[in-house]
């Protein structure tokens, strides 16, 4: 297997590490603006050889990863798409899908995607090969994205330590707006605010540990921000939006005195809820469908299993004989086996066997999904 | 040395401990509505005895600390003011100090006070002798302090291990709804814009580490929080109207596609700015002087000095034959003597020698300062 990996900074050279410790016969290609970060990657190890253009890098890929600055993130990925074989698959780690979909037009080649995981430190000097160790990746696939190259996508992460999980580019846009992208706003407000209360001669004020906490991210790497900001500017003034009435609100609540005991206490469920939400080492099931092979098909379905929140931690696909359609093998929790017939069944797709389907078809209750019984298994 | 603890929690009890270790012939004797606090806090050696009242607690101190939440902080500092001895230092660990010296009228034994210190785990229990090393201590002492009471709470907070810094009770109030109360509330209110980022059937998003950084502090102690929402009421609805003004502003600007690299840029200088602030272990030079023999003179000087920016290390009161004035000495950084000298002047108090005053003197330019050249090193 080869890799492009087009830009080796430290998310790029984090994934040449991985794939280079992890995956068997594989060759990582790397190309960078920077001759200097292309020698680094080399020495430390993330990339097996350099290529002297992009076009030379992709050209025999089997699959490219993009790492480019959101700002640059589009003219890149359609150099890419130019560029690389027919059954290359192309994805890319930028914070925003929408205009890196935008960017591919219909080309099924592209699945893109976005890991939650960096570091304070920028730079392949600082990348690791567990960088991605129970990360959360994002896989964005369009609406005709293809079924294999979603596969291979899906799998590399796997292997590279991710989570793979998919879902659509406006909820993810809107979702990083949120999660990710207000709160480096809120963190820059914050230490402008701060650094306002010095007086002219005076000296700044000493500050405690929910400042740093609270700032830790501001004034991330300038350029890249900027782009971010840019690229994602309308689902991230929406939340602005919120958040400024939000404030509204509690100002006039904090002024007239009222008691924020319940409030406060409220806040403390919520964010452990939030941030213990990260699925566990579940048992995983394993559920054999059957699906049309057309572009976009398993796309559909991976969409549709996460916006019902089903997890598919790991997938197989192949054309059954005569092409007409393909066989999917989906892996999804054992206590989300239930939904996922469910949705299958509503989906009409064929389920035709998987490990510990008894137990799923049981917990869901038999009589609510058509089920063909003549299990592969 | 006998010293009250009211109210032996992580503060209290962190107090406690340190005291025992670090100061000889200390005696500390606590007192805690919740009995087994008291019995934890004698267990894990945070106390040496307990009081059955909080009057027989602070009945023979020589320094009372009250460790109590914010919002019964008056009524707790009334009564203690009413049971402790003529020559007792009282002070406490409260967030907001404006209510602490209300209550305390024009009592000059009240010296209050703030540590700059904390941990997400409250409780005896995790109680630490080194919790406040090197952290900031706020001292605030009010117009009527007795100079004597500020040297003895000054000198018990530097040896537990706190750098005291004396503020006055407003600036404290407002620097404090921007660098702690305000951080808090913003996490809050990110924890519930996620939180309404989940649809009805939806799972919790995934959340990245900017997330986690930022919302640390979110629903940190109920009770606790709402008091000190409440305490600091009016300077905090004053901070909040400032960051929605901000929000707005730069809302628009990203709406506007404006580039912001150069903001994102001045604020990662700006935080550099004020987190780097903490004073490094200057060399310090000792100024001696005498004031006029008042309550308030002492605390006057060291809100002089504050104000200016000119930190007080160190200090030691002693009256003179007389009585009518008093030899203060003041330690403070090598590098600001030069400020510490000018000020003594225009304040009109005279310097009488002191440790490398010859260096200060030169640094400031001799001919800028009158000064008694008696020295009495």
Sequence with gaps: MRIALIGVG????????????RLDDVRVVGWDPSQATLATAVSVGAIDETAPTLEAAVAEADLV??????GQMPAVIQQVLRAAPENCAVTDVGSVKRPVIDAAGDDGRLVAG??????????????????FDGATW???PHERSHGTRFEQVHRFVSQIGARPTTIDAATHD??????????????NVLVEQVGEARGDDQAVPATGP???????VAGANPTLWAGIYSANRDALAGQLDRVIARLSDIRDRIQANEDLTTWQADTADLRRLIVDKALTGDELVELRTVVPNRPGAIAELALAFAKEGVNIADLSVAPLPGGATGMV?????LEQSGAALA???ELGIEVVGGERLDDARRERGAAQVTLEDEGVV
Tied chains: 1, 2.
């Design 10 to 21: 430290l998310i790029g050279g984090s994934v040449g590490l991985a794939a280079r410790a």
């Design 174 to 187: 809107r979702l990083m707006a949120t999660v990710s992208h207000l709160p480096h706003v809120l963190a």
């Design 65 to 70: 990863l993009v790492a480019a600055p959101m």
């Design 138 to 140: 994002y896989l964005v």
């Design 114 to 131: 976005h890991p939650l995981a960096g570091s304070e430190s920028a730079g392949v000097h600082h990348a690791r090969a567990d960088l």
């Design 329 to 333: 093998a989906l892996w999804c929790p």
């Design 210 to 216: 929910s400042f740093r906490d609270v700032t830790r």
């Design 343 to 345: 949705l299958l069944a």
